[in-house]
């Protein structure tokens, strides 16, 4: 197998990798089971006699769940990774720059893109 369509496919796997960390964008409609998280905590606003287990057999939605946002507990998706290190402005970055350089028919193997991470995180950190 030839440098150029290993590197190609490396960079294929990269771009699609760092695609999937960028975090959903707030705008996006929110799951079916997160609109039906919400009703039923609009309900149980509404109605103090309301108890969380009939209000999750109504609104088909765990009751437990319903008791941890009631507490404030934020939803998973909406709590960023803890082993993140790079900030969402700077994975947009690096996405940027692989989608330039590919556009321009030069596909980064996915130790380049690794170097380029390395060294931003070297620039932030210094």
Same mark, same amino acid.
């Given at each position: 197998? =030839?440098?150029?369509?290993? $590197?190609?496919?490396?960079? &294929?796997? $990269?771009?699609?990798? #760092? *695609?999937?960390?960028?975090?959903?964008?707030?705008?996006?409609?929110?799951?079916?089971?997160?609109?039906?998280? #919400?009703?039923?905590?609009?309900? *149980?606003?509404?109605?103090?006699?309301?108890?969380? %287990?009939?209000?999750?057999?109504?609104?088909?939605?765990? &009751?437990?769940?319903?008791?941890?946002? %009631?507490?404030?507990?934020?939803?998973?998706?909406?709590?960023?990774?803890? =082993? %993140?290190? *790079?900030?969402?402005?700077?994975?947009?970055?690096?996405?940027?720059?692989?989608?330039?350089?590919? =556009?321009?028919?030069?596909?980064? $193997?996915?130790?380049?893109?690794?170097?380029?991470?390395?060294?931003?995180?070297?620039?932030?950190?210094?």
């Amino acid at each position: 197998m =030839s440098q150029t369509s290993e $590197c190609h496919r490396e960079s &294929h796997k $990269c771009i699609f990798y #760092l *695609l999937s960390q960028i975090p959903l964008q707030r705008n996006m409609p929110p799951k079916n089971d997160e609109a039906q998280v #919400l009703l039923a905590l609009q309900a *149980l606003q509404s109605d103090p006699k309301l108890s969380a %287990r009939a209000a999750g057999k109504i609104y088909d939605v765990d &009751h437990k769940k319903l008791s941890r946002r %009631r507490r404030g507990m934020q939803s998973r998706r909406d709590i960023a990774a803890n =082993s %993140r290190k *790079l900030t969402d402005l700077e994975e947009s970055v690096i996405v940027q720059y692989i989608l330039n350089l590919d =556009s321009k028919g030069f596909p980064l $193997c996915l130790s380049s893109v690794e170097d380029i991470a390395n060294r931003l995180l070297a620039e932030c950190n210094a």
